[in-house]
């Protein structure tokens, strides 16, 4: 996976990202808070589906800043990369429901094979 060129840098300009680059413990708090966040399962799902449609779309790794965006539900559109930095909460909190949802109904349906599978031997 091609690394972003400009992370880590510099630091934003705006109140928050001040207020981190002067206040290490508070920074260090948060960066442990979003590696336990990314490591969650729900995002990792999340994070590949973007990258397959990347890599099918041919922004994946080619330098041209652009990243997928999702407009509703599961379509997405092309967007540079600092402006998709700003979506809204609530779709975050939809799509972890919704891929919480998608898997858990797989597992039930896994478990009922299983089961299934189990009575017959």
Same mark, same amino acid.
């Given at each position: 996976?091609?690394?972003?060129?400009?992370?880590? $840098?510099?630091?934003? *300009?705006?109140?928050?990202?001040? &207020?981190? /680059?002067?206040?290490?413990?508070?920074?260090? @708090?948060?960066? =442990? &808070?979003?590696?336990?966040? !990314? /490591?969650?399962?729900?995002?990792?799902?999340?994070?590949? +589906?973007?990258?397959? +449609?990347?890599? /099918?779309? #041919?922004?994946? #790794?080619?330098?041209?800043?652009?990243?997928?965006?999702?407009?509703? #539900?599961?379509?997405?559109?092309?967007?540079?990369?600092?402006?998709?930095? !700003?979506?809204?909460?609530?779709?975050?909190?939809?799509?972890?429901?919704?891929? @919480?949802? =998608?898997? *858990?109904? $797989? !597992?039930?349906?896994?478990?009922?094979?299983? @089961?299934?599978?189990?009575?017959?031997?």
């Amino acid at each position: 996976m091609a690394r972003n060129r400009y992370a880590g $840098k510099t630091y934003g *300009t705006s109140k928050t990202a001040q &207020y981190y /680059k002067k206040n290490k413990a508070a920074r260090n @708090k948060k960066r =442990k &808070y979003d590696k336990e966040y !990314d /490591k969650q399962p729900w995002r990792r799902k999340a994070q590949a +589906i973007l990258k397959a +449609i990347r890599r /099918k779309n #041919g922004t994946d #790794g080619n330098g041209d800043m652009m990243d997928e965006a999702h407009t509703s #539900g599961t379509s997405t559109k092309k967007q540079h990369f600092s402006k998709n930095r !700003d979506s809204s909460d609530k779709s975050k909190h939809h799509q972890k429901k919704r891929l @919480k949802r =998608k898997s *858990t109904r $797989k !597992d039930k349906r896994d478990k009922r094979k299983a @089961k299934r599978k189990a009575k017959k031997s």
